[in-house]
Antibody, heavy 114, light 112 residues
Framework: EVQLVESGGGLVQPGRSLKLSCAAS????????MAWVRQAPKKGLEWVAT????????YYPDSVKGRFTISRDNAKSSLYLQMNSLKSEDTATYYC???????WGQGVMVTVSS | DVVMTQTPPSLSVAIGQSVSISCKSS???????????LHWLLQSPGRSPKRLIY???NLGSGVPDRFSGTGSQKDFTLKISRVEAEDLGVYYC?????????FGGGTKLELK
């Protein structure tokens, strides 16, 4: 059974950093592009980052480029999202997902507030 | 970026009714390999999104056949025949043909 389990969310002050993790199981992690998608409270889905199978290529929207870094450890079947210089508008539930959108984690809440 | 426009934004339906949701993209979603990477997701209340349909018309694993997807190029439709209570939630269309991947604004399906 495919499982994606996020961790690392919480309350953080504006300008600070936070790192999310996603533990994958039930499939060959290294064979798939992976992504982070977020959802602000009562809002729709927003793509945040994608990483290639080897980790050599990463993609971001302008809203997080230069502040967020996606990475992966294929040996540990784990995906990460390092979030720096956080802003109030980054407050959202963050989902780890396969880039084909066929599997999603349960989500982790990130609240940026003083 | 490819803009995905879903209509209507909300639908009120009785159990057993059939409904359709439209999704229009600002560019053709046909990829260079000839496939169209247009998907439909359902987010039930308090849950993560779940992919119902991939590449326009292919049902995801375990998805009942009362769901169907049609369309081509820039114009797509999700149809739900005989709505059941478990179908309520927000439906999103999504494209992964072009970078960045984008989502429609969502259609909320509620009980009448």
């Amino acid at each position: 059974e495919v499982q994606l389990v996020e961790s690392g969310g919480g309350l953080v002050q504006p300008g600070r950093s936070l790192k999310l993790s996603c533990a994958a199981s039930g499939f060959t992690f290294s064979n798939y592009y992976m992504a982070w998608v977020r959802q602000a409270p009562k809002k729709g889905l927003e793509w945040v980052a994608t990483i290639s199978t080897s980790g050599s290529r990463t993609y971001y929207p302008d809203s997080v480029k230069g502040r967020f870094t996606i990475s992966r450890d294929n040996a540990k079947s784990s995906l990460y999202l390092q979030m720096n210089s956080l802003k109030s508008e980054d407050t959202a539930t963050y989902y780890c997902a396969r880039h084909s959108w066929d599997y999603w984690g349960q989500g982790v809440m990130v609240t940026v507030s003083s | 970026d490819v803009v995905m426009t879903q209509t209507p934004p909300s639908l009120s339906v009785a159990i057993g009714q059939s409904v359709s949701i439209s999704c229009k993209s600002s560019q053709s979603l046909v990829y260079s390999d000839g496939k169209t990477y247009l998907h439909w997701l359902l987010q039930s209340p308090g849950r993560s999104p779940k992919r119902l349909i991939y590449q326009v018309s292919n049902l995801g694993s375990g998805v009942p056949d009362r769901f169907s997807g049609t369309g081509s190029q820039k114009d797509f439709t999700l149809k739900i025949s005989r709505v059941e209570a478990e179908d309520l939630g927000v439906y999103y269309c999504a494209q992964t043909t072009h970078f960045p991947p984008t989502f429609g604004g969502g259609t909320k399906l509620e009980l009448k």
